[in-house]
Nanobody, 127 residues
Framework: QVQLVESGGGLVQAGDSLRLSCAAS????????LGWFRQAPGKERTFVAA????????DYADSVKGPFTIARDNAKNTVYLQMNSVKAEDTAVYCC????????????????????WGQGTQVTVSS
């Protein structure tokens, strides 16, 4: 079992920066990838970024490449999503997930490939 707890969301203005945190616990989470997904009101959940815990390989959605950075702190078992120059369209509930693998293949951008999910943290960007 893997537990994920997100924090760091809030209300910010367009152009501001924000850092989300995802604290992971559980015996086997290090064998997974940790990903960030977001869901805006009335829209489907979409991929934001992912990082393989052991090798540190990263993937990003094209829409966030450059302004957003995913990173990990091994000592704290925490994955971060640094969000710079945020825009109104970044407003969403951001969820952390652990998994990304299905039948031995890595699918970092596919929500159904993730086994564990956090509760999410709301990010609201005012324009």
């Amino acid at each position: 079992q893997v537990q994920l707890v997100e924090s760091g969301g809030g209300l910010v203005q367009a152009g501001d920066s924000l850092r989300l945190s995802c604290a992971a616990s559980g015996r086997t989470f290090s064998s997974y990838a940790l990903g960030w997904f977001r869901q805006a009101p009335g829209k489907e959940r979409t991929f934001v970024a992912a990082l393989t815990w052991i090798s540190g390989i990263t993937d990003y959605a094209d829409s966030v490449k450059g302004p957003f950075t995913i990173a990990r702190d091994n000592a704290k078992n925490t994955v971060y999503l640094q969000m710079n120059s945020v825009k109104a369209e970044d407003t969403a509930v951001y969820c952390c997930a652990a998994g990304g693998w299905y039948s031995g293949t890595y699918y970092p951008k596919t929500p159904n490939a993730y086994n564990y999910w956090g509760q999410g943290t709301q990010v609201t960007v005012s324009s």
